[in-house]
């Protein structure tokens, strides 16, 4: 009876591992948001699908990018590679990246690297969304 509840354990902790990180893309006009759930470190491959994901959609032309952090559990050294090297890459094309409530342990460590500092991070979509349309002019009496 312990090696069936082993078996099953393990079989649970597998499929965990391979859904790890996962991705949902949607977009708003010409923002691209990515809601990300579970983790993005190194250890299962999820910062690789990150990373992926990301340049393909830098491939197709995309500019402005929103990263939804709520639901992101934990970000490792690989994760927060990935993310700095898509900020610098769309910042160099004209473009830029935006983040959504990071929470948690990804909060704290996102502090600790001081990357909320760099990168505009807003508490909710329409606040993030409003901060890419450009600035409108007051007309002047």
Known sequence: MLSGTSSRRNTFDLTQRIVALQISVR???DITILDLRGRATISDG????LKS???ELIAKGVQKVLLNLANLS???SSGFSVIVRVYVSLRDRGGDLRFIRPCGRA???????RLLEVIPTFGNEDDALASFRPKGYVAQP
Do not use: M, P
Request: no cysteine.
């Open 74 to 76: 934990h970000v490792d």
């Open 53 to 55: 994901k990301l340049e």
């Open 27 to 29: 977009e708003s006009g």
């Open 46 to 49: 999820e910062s690789e699908l």
């Open 107 to 113: 909060l704290t460590a996102f502090n600790v690297l």
